[in-house]
């Protein structure tokens, strides 16, 4: 299953809802960037929203901090060792928290490839007409950030015109998901995207490593076809039971479709057929124009022939390759040669004569 697109924008409430960048589904999200699986889009509109919601969300968790001490929690703890650990977590400093958090935010934008989108070129002309005319992510002027995604839209939708590709929109507010446009791919939940993404990096990785074998194969074809002669050398004849192989030469060797029967992690193997031109050189003795003494039982002016041969042949093979993708490492060969036969060339006597 592939990924419509490598572009992906992700909205502040996303960020916000997966603990900002620390969360382990934006860490994945982050990491498939910096393997280069995905592109990771953002504009400083968001970042700037990013770091105001780890204010709001730390003054919020101070708040609730300073209810839960007025109602002296520790007091039990006093006759414990345990009253250390109250004692430091009424020592939070929540304004340097606060720094930490946002410093972290910019440190892993600038260290992890996310590409940000100008948004000081949009219309602001277009962004009004959506206000007035209630179109997404404008509804009744009911929220007061429906101005800055006005924005982040409009800039991301004119990113995609000018780039003429498609974007990945993550986002489980409605006025962003009804918002229109053609170069939207919308995705409402973060765990589909991150399994689509695995699924399409699963597959990637296996065409990678199909395309991998595929050039080894046609980097290696001349030792193929050495191996191929010595295989034909070796086990090649003559329906004849007279005529001997004195040499046999590979003029010539045709590839037919080369189709993968398997593959995994280290291994794969390749079936194909090849039409192969072969010159052959046989010799017999030229019974038909000898002299045979049956009181002798012995043959008289027996002569020697020589021939050349041409056949084309077409052998079915089998390749394995053992191979390290990483290391672009490879051991080839052929697993299986016509089936494992023998090769008949069919010998006729209407072949050249030679010396």
């Given at each position: 299953m592939k990924l419509?697109?490598?572009?992906?924008?992700?909205?502040?409430?996303?960020?916000?809802?997966?603990?900002?960048?620390?969360?382990?589904?934006?860490?994945?999200?982050?990491?498939?960037?910096?393997?280069?699986?995905?592109?990771?889009?953002?504009?400083?509109?968001?970042?700037?929203?990013?770091?105001?919601?780890?204010?709001?969300?730390?003054?919020?968790?101070?708040?609730?901090?300073?209810?839960f001490r007025n109602e002296n929690p520790d007091i039990i703890f006093k006759n414990t060792e345990t009253f250390e650990v109250f004692e430091k977590l009424w020592n939070i400093d929540f304004k340097k928290e606060i720094k930490t958090v946002q410093d972290k935010i910019d440190k892993i934008?600038?260290?992890v490839p996310i590409h940000i989108i100008d948004t000081n070129n949009i219309s602001v002309d277009s962004v009004f007409e959506k206000y007035f005319k209630n179109q997404a992510p404008f509804k009744d002027g009911?929220?007061?950030?429906?101005?800055?995604?006005?924005?982040?839209?409009?800039?991301?939708?004119?990113?995609?015109k000018k780039s003429g590709?498609?974007?990945?929109?993550?986002?489980?507010?409605?006025?962003?998901?009804?918002?229109?446009?053609?170069n939207f791919i919308k995705y409402e939940d973060l765990d589909v995207l991150l399994d689509k993404i695995s699924r399409h990096k699963?597959?990637?990785?296996?065409?990678?490593?199909i395309k991998f074998v595929f050039n080894e194969i046609?980097?290696?074809?001349?030792?193929?076809?050495?191996?191929?002669?010595?295989?034909?050398?070796?086990?090649?004849?003559?329906?004849?039971?007279?005529?001997?192989?004195?040499?046999?030469?590979?003029?010539?060797?045709?590839?037919?479709?080369?189709?993968?029967?398997?593959?995994?992690?280290?291994?794969?193997?390749?079936?194909?057929?090849l039409t192969v031109q072969i010159s052959a050189y046989i010799s017999?003795?030229?019974?038909?124009?000898?002299?045979?003494?049956?009181?002798?039982?012995?043959?008289?002016?027996?002569?020697?022939?020589?021939?050349?041969?041409?056949?084309?042949?077409?052998?079915?093979v089998t390749i394995s390759i053992s191979f390290d993708y990483d290391e672009k490492f490879s051991e080839i060969i052929f697993e299986d040669i016509n089936n494992g036969k023998p090769i008949d060339l069919e010998y006729d006597k209407h072949s050249e004569m030679y010396e």
């Open positions: 419509e697109t490598k572009n992906i924008f992700l909205d502040t409430s996303t960020y916000e809802k997966n603990n900002f960048l620390v969360g382990k589904k934006i860490s994945s999200i982050l990491k498939h960037a910096e393997e280069g699986t995905i592109k990771i889009f953002s504009t400083k509109i968001v970042i700037n929203e990013l770091k105001e919601r780890v204010r709001k969300n730390i003054a919020s968790s101070k708040s609730l901090w300073k209810k934008i600038e260290t009911l929220k007061k950030h429906e101005f800055p995604d006005a924005f982040i839209l409009e800039s991301i939708d004119n990113w995609c590709e498609k974007i990945i929109v993550v986002s489980s507010d409605k006025d962003w998901l009804n918002y229109e446009s053609e699963e597959l990637e990785q296996r065409e990678k490593k046609s980097r290696n074809s001349d030792k193929l076809i050495d191996d191929l002669s010595s295989y034909l050398n070796d086990t090649a004849y003559f329906d004849t039971g007279e005529a001997e192989l004195d040499d046999l030469n590979i003029n010539n060797v045709e590839w037919g479709d080369l189709v993968l029967s398997d593959i995994d992690e280290e291994y794969a193997e390749i079936d194909s057929e017999y003795e030229d019974y038909e124009n000898g002299y045979y003494d049956k009181e002798d039982n012995k043959w008289y002016f027996l002569e020697t022939i020589n021939e050349k041969i041409e056949r084309e042949v077409n052998i079915p």
